[in-house]
């Protein structure tokens, strides 16, 4: 019998299949198509991703965490991974492991990950401001996520002094500061990330974001506006 001969592409399409069986639930399909996928390109980090998210909803938990590790050893800089990883093992009570992956996830990057006195000459490129910007991005999510939102703030702030159109920063700082009780700096950080959004048309979170903190300071009228501008964004995206 004739074998199939694949081509460099094959692995995406592969992938993309899987996805698409998955969507159906067509769990054993998609496997397959994932596993073809990495057949052909073992270090495709992607399939690894689309897997464990598989693995995950069929509750198969340790098939799931080597996919994490996989996924982690191609692309060792995978925030999802990482964030994951500790979803699994805090379901599971293993308090070492926890520790242990938010110990390596602050640590991978000692040079960048560091609260030293930035100044103008240290931004070298946009290329480098704009991946340096992502990168505390990811931690402050991590930190908020921990609800340790003064490590949070920190973060989020130095990814929009590196880029200040990072417009998902803004938005989580404004989030930050709603959870600490500063409420002029939300309100502050929420509308620079819609301003910096017009031209978005699907974005919608940060006036969810508005509306609750609206309403936590009594603004009933405004928390419905705001809510109301999220709806309308949500529906054109949809």
């Known amino acids: 019998k004739k074998g199939l001969t694949y081509n460099n592409s094959d692995y995406i399409s592969y992938m993309e299949l899987g996805k698409l069986y998955a969507d159906k639930n067509m769990s054993n399909l998609s496997l397959n198509m994932f596993e ?3 057949k052909i390109n ?4 992607f399939a690894y991703y689309a897997r464990w998210v598989l693995y995950i909803q069929k509750n198969n938990l340790s098939l799931a965490e080597n996919d994490f590790k996989t996924s982690l050893y191609y692309f060792p800089n995978d925030f999802f991974a990482f964030w994951e990883l500790y979803k ?3 379901k599971e009570n293993r308090s070492n492991d926890t520790n242990n ?3 390596v996830w602050e640590n991978l990057y000692p040079e960048d990950i560091s609260f030293r006195n930035w100044n103008e000459s240290q931004k070298n490129s946009e290329n480098e ?4 910007s992502q990168l505390y991005y990811d931690f402050g999510i991590l930190y908020y996520r921990l609800e340790r939102y003064y490590e949070s703030e920190k973060m989020l702030k130095t990814s929009m002094w590196l880029d200040s159109n990072n417009v998902l920063a803004s ?3 404004g989030r930050v500061y709603a959870k600490i009780n500063n409420y002029n700096a939300s309100f502050e950080a929420l509308s620079h990330a819609l301003k ?3 031209n978005l048309d699907y974005y919608g979170c940060a006036y969810q974001a508005l509306g609750v903190l609206y309403s936590k300071t009594g603004n009933s009228h405004l928390a419905i506006e705001a809510y109301k501008n999220a709806a309308d964004k949500e529906k054109y995206n949809s």
Do not use: D, P
């Open 36 to 38: 073809k996928s990495l």
């Open 42 to 45: 073992s270090n495709y980090s």
């Open 88 to 90: 699994l093992y805090t």
């Open 101 to 103: 992956i938010i110990h």
């Open 129 to 132: 401001s704009s991946y340096l």
């Open 171 to 173: 938005e989580y700082l």
């Open 196 to 198: 910096i959004s017009e």
